[in-house]
């Protein structure tokens, strides 16, 4: 036998005896393992005595200083219910080569939960069926989970016409609206309002005859700009929400925060004695990250579900002053005295926020930290984004963003979500022109996951967005089910790309921030074989494949865009330049490819060849600002080339290998 069929012998052995529970001698003497379990006790960690998950960490972190073999941490099955976020730092990294992975114990489904159940319900209103729990005070949620699906917020719509904003709120135009004026809590109100790409939340300070006076700076922060609450691009719909009042419709809850009742309109069929309802109570459940000199590194997690998150800035007087993709503006700024006349399409002040905006932090999140793996997961019933990868420092609860370097997201399934599914780093200076090249979020993969019903409450969110990275893979993944786009590449709209843009120093930025001279971090970008499907639901503006920004080296193709609602296909937004995309099949999109452009703000220099659309119709032109368009063949009757056939076929998730020792513990996508 060769020296490599003997190598490959041994290490089948190893595994087969590990799975078993049967380790031969040698592995025994050199790994280990260590079980945790969510009734876990002491500090053994054994099969027979596991312990707590906390436990756990606190045992790897005496096996893992001079690590000869990887170590490998079994969760048994059932629900572990966080009290703070999980950390992982440099102190519980993998050493010489080896990683650690924490994953469910062979037929196991653990769950990660940041909730508590909310029990002991009773029926509090029989004619509306309207049900209620006691579950106590001093905390609050704006999510709720009930049998596994995000349960909808109490609410009503507003018309637009029977209102009308001014610098504190907004006054009752129509006599329909009076009902307001006696909701028994108008402070715990808020206005969600969806304009074309923006999804924002402003707090109600009160009501009261006819007035409907708003929390400040959320107020300000949401009225000026762009697509604000007040002069959005599309009109779309306007709600008021979180009042016991608004509890009308199936599937609607609200809670009172002075009493501690939850109260809740079951979805027919609903049996209230046996619903699983959840109330989050963390923020974020896992956080890998350690420092710039000491990165957080090889550490990996398999087959496990991460649920029940609920951000709570946006219930706070700074609301959700959204911007785009889950990017929002943040604290008290200067702006013009008429800013409801002068500044709903931008202006000067606008501007010196921009270089400030904060990003949503996600449920789980790297940064400063290394090899680290995701596969097989499932995220699910998180309260916003749910994995932050490099982001910068303010969406971090380490405080320390930005600084992820080979990233891998394989095979997980992301669905039930508020907020986005990937989010892949910053949007601050740091993130596009690091200060420490350490800093540089670099060699991430984000390949064969399923991406569904996401971006519930935070509509403007993407299920991938990659803004500044190099070298990053988003390849087979199937996305569907979207109110707003699939995949969005690059952030800044051109402003942070060598020599400025032209239109942003018309706007005055540059009063506000350097005119960078030098690239920014987004190059080398692949998006390819992707499946996306029904998306752009509820937003505009928008795209299956969506890109900002000069990104040098990045490819699109053989991606699979169907039925997103009439929208764009390819979606080339300002300052896109670098960008080569073929061998895509559009099929039931508006324009195919479109290129928003104007003299001033850098947009061209793309080139599509040998693209597949059922729609010939696009507004990207071979030969205007140095763009390449050839190759289109346009399909009539779904008389799709083989050619094309192919690509449909093998977009998407990719059927999964054998496993090998790698592999084990890994789950498929639809676990």
């Not at 990996?300 to 946006?314: V, Y």
């Not at 606008?350 to 995220?379: D, K, L």
């Amino acid at each position: 036998m060769s020296r490599a069929c003997l190598t490959a012998a041994v290490a089948l052995a190893t595994v087969t005896a590990t799975a078993l529970g049967q380790a031969t001698p040698a592995f025994a003497a050199r790994a280990a393992t260590v079980h945790a379990a969510p009734d876990g006790r002491g500090t053994a960690c054994s099969a027979a005595r596991p312990c707590a998950i906390g436990q756990a960490k606190a045992k790897v972190r005496t096996l893992n200083s001079r690590m000869r073999a990887d170590i490998v941490v079994q969760l048994a099955g059932g629900t572990y219910r966080l009290s703070a976020p999980l950390t992982f730092t440099a102190a519980d990294s993998g050493t010489n080569g080896h990683t650690i992975t924490w994953q469910a114990a062979p037929g196991a489904r653990p769950v990660l939960s940041g909730a508590r159940k909310a029990t002991g319900w009773s029926r509090q209103d029989p004619a509306k069926n309207i049900w209620q729990a006691e579950v106590g005070t001093g905390f609050d949620f704006r999510q709720l989970y009930v049998d596994g699906v995000q349960a909808t917020r109490a609410r009503t719509e507003l018309s637009r016409s029977d209102l009308t904003a001014d610098a504190d709120g907004y006054t009752f135009t129509s006599g329909g609206l009076a009902y307001l004026n006696s909701l028994a809590d108008p402070g715990r109100t808020e206005i969600d309002a969806l304009g074309s790409f923006t999804n924002r939340y402003s707090p109600v300070a009160g009501i009261h005859d006819g007035v409907i006076t708003m929390e400040q700076p959320a107020w300000n922060n949401n009225t000026f700009g762009y697509d604000t609450i007040t002069e959005p691009f599309r009109k779309g719909p306007l709600y008021i929400e979180n009042a016991y009042e608004f509890l009308d419709t199936p599937g609607e809850w609200y809670l009172n925060t002075r009493t501690g009742t939850l109260y809740y309109k079951p979805l027919p069929g609903q049996d209230m004695s046996t619903a699983d309802v959840e109330m989050p109570r963390l923020e974020s459940l896992l956080s890998v990250g350690g420092t710039y000199r000491a990165p957080a590194t090889r550490i990996a997690f398999s087959g496990l579900r991460f649920s029940h998150t609920s951000w709570l800035r946006p219930s706070t007087g700074q609301g959700y002053a959204d911007q785009q993709t889950g990017a929002f503006l943040d604290g008290t700024w200067d702006r013009p005295s008429d800013a409801l006349s002068s500044c709903q399409f931008g202006c000067r002040l606008f501007e010196a926020t921009r270089p400030h905006w904060r990003q949503m932090p996600a449920a789980v999140q790297v940064s400063a930290a290394s090899h680290i793996t995701f596969t097989g997961n499932r995220f699910s019933q998180l309260g916003q984004v749910a994995l932050g990868i490099g982001n910068d420092a303010n969406a971090h609860t380490t405080g320390v963003g930005l600084g992820a370097d080979t990233i891998s997201v394989t095979r997980n399934v992301f669905t039930q979500g508020a907020g986005g599914g990937v989010v892949v780093g910053g949007v601050r200076s740091d993130a596009h022109h690091p200060a420490d090249r350490r800093m540089t979020n670099r060699s991430i993969t984000i390949g064969d996951n399923v991406m569904r019903d996401l971006a519930l409450d935070y509509r403007d969110m993407t299920a991938v967005l990659v803004t500044y990275a190099t070298d990053t893979t988003v390849a087979h993944n199937e996305i569907h089910d979207l109110p707003y786009t699939g995949i969005a590449i690059g952030y800044g709209w051109g402003a942070n790309d060598p020599g400025g843009s032209e239109d942003y120093l018309n706007r005055g930025l540059y009063d506000f921030q350097p005119r960078y001279t030098t690239p920014t971090t987004l190059r080398n970008v692949r998006v390819t074989g992707n499946h996306l499907h029904d998306v752009m639901r509820r937003m505009d503006d928008g795209a299956c494949i969506y890109t900002l920004s000069d990104a040098p080296s990045t490819r699109i193709d053989r991606n699979y865009c169907a039925d997103n609602n009439g929208h764009y296909g390819l979606y080339h937004d300002e300052g896109s330049r670098g960008y080569a995309d073929s061998g895509n099949v559009f099929r039931d999109t508006g324009d195919w490819a479109h290129e928003n452009h104007n003299p001033t703000n850098n947009t061209g220099a793309l080139t599509l060849t040998d693209n597949w659309t059922s729609d010939g119709s696009l507004s990207l032109r071979d030969g205007e600002r140095g763009n390449t368009v050839t190759g289109t063949v346009v399909v009539g009757d779904g008389d799709w080339p083989a050619a094309a056939q192919r690509v449909m076929e093998n977009a998407g998730v990719r059927p999964e290998r054998p496993a090998r020792p790698a592999d084990e513990g890994a789950r498929s996508p639809d676990q």
